[in-house]
């Protein structure tokens, strides 16, 4: 199973792409994500925990470096969503302002390399998710990302996410579309 992430979907961000094993229970997804940001805001908000709070999840424990402790605690879900989820790990692999991989509980292994040099203005980013599930995972896990990495291009222009705003109808429609791309 394979996308393609030649065009962007509606939102700015590029369709993540996703790559599964011959038995459907392993897949890889990635994107492809270019942002008119300096690496160093771009690394913020990828590998700190104040700047993953305003698009992913709360980093209730972090300790940046090779083997670190990391416990997210999902935001997302609205304002009566309840107790929100959490997903202890590791950091699996850090290199300063270029590379963050997390491994986490339910999440599988992802992480985000930065290309762009100090003094230019943009950054690219290359973002993997390794894990396993079901076709229905697939879906979820791509709509998941894009309407995360959505979020990221509003934190990074300084517009974290409104968690209490947070419902599901977009979501849905984003994995609706990957379900036509898939």
Same mark, same amino acid.
């Given at each position: 199973?394979?996308?393609?992430?030649?065009?962007? %979907?509606?939102?700015?961000?590029?369709?993540?792409?996703?790559?599964?094993?011959?038995?459907?229970?392993?897949?890889?997804?990635?994107?492809?994500?270019?942002?008119?940001?300096?690496?160093?805001?771009?690394?913020?908000?990828?590998?700190?925990? %104040?700047? !993953?709070?305003?698009?992913?999840?709360?980093?209730?424990?972090?300790?940046?470096?090779?083997?670190?402790?990391?416990?997210?605690?999902?935001?997302?879900?609205?304002?009566? %969503?309840?107790?929100?989820?959490?997903?202890?790990?590791?950091?699996?692999?850090?290199?300063?302002?270029?590379?963050?991989?997390?491994?986490?509980?339910?999440?599988?292994?992802?992480?985000?390399?930065?290309?762009?040099?100090?003094?230019?203005?943009?950054?690219?980013?290359?973002?993997?998710?390794?894990?396993?599930?079901?076709?229905?995972? !697939? !879906?979820?896990?791509? %709509?998941?990302?894009?309407?995360?990495?959505? !979020?990221?291009?509003?934190?990074?222009?300084?517009?974290?996410?409104?968690?209490?705003?947070?419902?599901?109808?977009r979501f849905a429609a984003l994995r609706a579309r990957y379900a036509d791309r898939?």
């Amino acid at each position: 199973m394979s996308t393609d992430s030649e065009q962007a %979907a509606p939102g700015g961000v590029p369709y993540g792409t996703a790559r599964s094993s011959a038995d459907g229970a392993a897949h890889t997804v990635g994107f492809e994500l270019s942002f008119p940001h300096p690496p160093e805001s771009v690394w913020a908000a990828v590998a700190t925990p %104040a700047g !993953l709070r305003g698009w992913l999840a709360a980093a209730d424990a972090f300790e940046p470096g090779p083997g670190g402790a990391v416990t997210l605690r999902w935001l997302n879900g609205g304002a009566d %969503a309840g107790p929100r989820p959490t997903s202890p790990g590791r950091i699996t692999a850090w290199s300063r302002r270029r590379l963050a991989e997390y491994t986490v509980d339910a999440r599988g292994s992802f992480g985000f390399t930065l290309r762009g040099a100090l003094d230019e203005e943009g950054t690219r980013v290359r973002f993997r998710n390794d894990f396993t599930g079901d076709a229905d995972r !697939l !879906l979820d896990v791509l %709509a998941g990302w894009h309407q995360h990495f959505e !979020l990221l291009g509003e934190e990074l222009r300084g517009r974290p996410a409104d968690w209490a705003a947070w419902t599901p109808s977009r979501f849905a429609a984003l994995r609706a579309r990957y379900a036509d791309r898939v």
